[in-house]
């Protein structure tokens, strides 16, 4: 939300021209002076006479202690609790001090719904999420978001209590924008209630009627982008010279990115894979090549990815890149500890003394990651926060992150950069949620409170996969603390391996208990069955497995089966368009066979997705085009066998095809060489 200043108002009483006695304690305002119902906004309250003992209220509910920081005599750090939509009176008291105790009327206003995910790139196109409270919402409402209609898809709950509103986002500019209900008369906003970002949505999957005589293919890039003169292909024959004839398994799309086949297409050769779903590829100069096998639906939305290659800068330049990048937002702040002299910075008394040579106190800030599977990197030396370094209350630091809703957290402890690799033990954490920022602004006077111990410790009974004949061999378990709705924490020395075949009772010491700034937070445990000490395929993984606390023993098992990956070859040793799987039966749970073609060092990267029961199939040879096709040489091939939740492959999408999706994967991996047929 913008950033807003509240300020008492002139008391009308007063003689003109002469000055208000200065009052020694004072609410003057808050910034933002909005935010959503279900609290959790930072928010600074600005006055004068507070102690660090202040206590604060919004209407009728007193925020936690643990949420107010109170670093100055005239700021106060907090964050908002949940509210009623409507404005509240902003209250602070010293203690238990009723003679400092002063209100500020109407000071926060808690908005009347909240939208999630609160951003979204400019191309518009994914779904977004409206939670109100009171409100009066039906399929007739009227959602605008910066003046342009977000298509309403559905509306849940009952008028004049909760309800959850799902539309479809229109193209936007980058930036903070305002989002309006409009419903009869009635009508909600919310200032800056979402945050365009430059990027493009994913778009691409199946859909549509059961495959009957008629297929429909969309060529996009990213964002929603048409490509025209892409080509089409169905089946594994590649004939040219039949481009643009009728019955032809090759066409190319139109302005529109469009291409439709009629039936004599879909029942000419082998474009009907055992009587079910058509083999669909897609490939266009300067764009990564895609196949979707046995597709059981007439609707195919191909989004292909760019080719990073200073060749396709000219060809690439009608807006699949998103555009100019975003204003960064600039943060200084301090870490503080408590203990010391009011308002004095203290000393770090969780962080145990140096005991070798080598070895230093430092602190650093981190933004969670949106990957589980992270490994934890230790920033530059010159990064470092330690007890030298300049502050009022605590100890400085400044940073530079991008726009929206950030969380931040901070790791303090001994490291040891003489050593190789450097090592770096965490003894304490502090972290600050609910802070906003529009493209370009500079936040000041942060604080983030360094009262977490990293102290817990989490148990483990393991049960890794059946091993085949190149393994995996044994199974490394990492664990993060997923920050509620706002990514993952990763932390150091949180890692453990065991054999293959697992082992009860072991553990990791080393994650930060769930209260405090963490309260709602759960530890996220990522498993990976892999093979030798390089970590190589064969290779199974459940990458997310959640605990609400430390003191349970975790089952790490449910791996995937590891699966054999084969790539054919010609006499001559080159790949000759086939791949295949193999993998054990009796797992029900895999949803999705996913291979990857990657040539010219990654360059040109094809990907192909098939339903579990295909594990074979001939691909056409991309070689016979003008252009699109793969770079001759190395050819590296991986398969990935999926479990998605609720996969239904006639609807397939591509955020379905992003190991992100993924509740468990197995992956297996192979090299080939690749060369280009003569046409």
Known sequence: MPL??????????????????????????????????????????????????????????????????????????????????????????????????????????????????????????????????GTTWDTTSLVQIDQQPCEVLEVRGDV????????????????????????????????????????????????????????????????????????????????????????????????????????????????????????????????????????????????????????????????????????????????????????QRANWNNVPIEQGPGERRAAYIFQPSGDPESEFRLPRQEDAITLDSPGRTGYEFQMVTGAGGRTLYALAGIENRSESPARFTAYAMGLVRGLYANPGDSIEDLAIVMDRTIDQALRFDIVGPAPGARGPDRVAVRAAVQVAGEGYAILPNTELQAPVTGGSGMSIIGLPALGGALEGSRYVVGARAYTGVAGSAPSSVLPLITAAESSQTIAIDGFLPVPTLSVGATDALTWNGELGVVFEDESARVSLIRYELRSGGGLVSWSVAAPPGHRAVRLPDLSRLPEGGLVAGTLDVSVSLANVTELDYSTLTSEQLSRFSWQAYATDVARARYEPTAP
């Open 160 to 343: 004049g209590g909760e309800q959850s509103l799902d539309c479809r986002l229109p193209a936007g500019t980058e930036g903070s924008k305002t989002i309006r209900v409009v419903t009869g008369a009635a009508t909600d906003s919310v200032l800056g209630g979402f945050l365009y970002e430059p990027g493009a949505a994913p778009l691409g999957g199946l859909s549509g009627e059961a495959l009957a005589g008629r297929l429909s293919v969309h060529v996009t890039g990213p964002g929603g982008v048409a490509i025209p003169n892409a080509y089409v292909i169905l089946g594994s024959d590649l004939d040219l010279a039949t481009l643009g004839q009728p019955g032809a398994s090759v066409r190319q799309t139109d302005a529109a990115g469009d291409v439709v086949f009629e039936s004599g297409d879909l029942l000419d050769g082998e474009a009907l894979l055992g009587g079910a779903g058509a083999l669909v590829t897609v490939a266009a100069r300067c764009f990564q090549p895609a196949s979707y096998v046995d597709v059981p639906v007439d609707t195919v939305r191909a989004e292909l990815g760019p080719v990073a290659s200073p060749d396709c800068a000219e060809a690439l330049s009608g807006g699949f890149f998103g555009g100019a990048p975003s204003l960064p937002v600039f943060i200084q702040g301090e870490l503080v500890w408590q203990g010391g002299l009011e308002f």
């Open 4 to 133: 807003g200043f509240v300020e008492e108002p002139a008391d009308p009483g007063a003689t003109p021209g002469e000055l208000a006695p200065l009052d020694a304690h004072a609410v003057l305002g808050i910034e933002p002076a909005h935010g959503p119902f279900r609290g959790g906004q930072l928010a600074v309250i600005r006055g004068n006479g507070f102690s660090s003992q202040v206590r604060i209220w919004f209407g009728d509910v007193e925020v936690p202690a643990e949420q107010v920081t109170a670093t100055r005599a005239d700021r106060v750090q907090v964050t908002v609790p949940a509210g009623v939509p409507g404005s509240v009176t902003v209250t602070a008291q010293n203690a238990d001090d009723q003679s400092s105790r002063r209100e500020l009327a109407a000071a926060y206003v808690y908005d009347t719904f909240y939208v999630e995910p609160e951003r979204g790139p400019t191309s518009g196109g994914s779904s977004v999420t409206l939670h109100g409270f």
